[in-house]
């Protein structure tokens, strides 16, 4: 069964930084294959996308976090990352790592999902 397990969530002031990271547990094949990406929540919002990293190495960003945010990949330690600088209070939300082995469906309810870390920013 695959497991993602985040980590890296907290409390931080505006302008400061944070590291996410997402292990992935029990996948048969490296993280090599997989498309990956984090996603948010804030109360009351929707899901969104913020950065993703496809197979062939290929990043993708929201216009909110470009600039600030790096999303990266350590295949041999089958291990997501987020790398996030110059936060924002509007930053603060539930991050979940996502995982999809199937080409195009990331983010969806067939990827394997984390079970969420909080990012909470003060200004």
């Known amino acids: 069964q695959v497991q993602l397990v985040e980590s890296g969530g907290g409390s931080v002031q505006a302008g400061g930084s944070l590291t996410l990271s997402c292990a992935v547990f029990?996948?048969?094949?490296?993280?090599?294959?997989?498309?990956m990406g984090w996603f948010r929540q804030a109360p009351g919002k929707e899901r969104e996308g913020v950065a993703l990293?496809?197979?062939?190495?290929?990043?993708n960003y929201a216009d909110s976090v470009k600039g600030r945010f790096t999303i990266s990949k350590d295949n041999a330690k089958n291990t997501l990352y987020l790398q996030m600088n110059s936060l924002k209070p509007e930053d603060t939300a539930t991050y979940y790592c996502?995982?999809?082995?199937?080409?195009?469906?990331?983010?969806?309810?067939?990827?394997?999902w984390g079970q969420g870390t909080q990012v909470t920013v003060s200004s």
């Open positions: 029990g996948y048969t094949y490296s993280t090599y294959y997989m498309e």
């Open positions: 990293i496809f197979s062939d190495g290929r990043t």
């Open positions: 996502a995982a999809e082995p199937s080409p195009g469906r990331l983010g969806t309810s067939h990827s394997y």
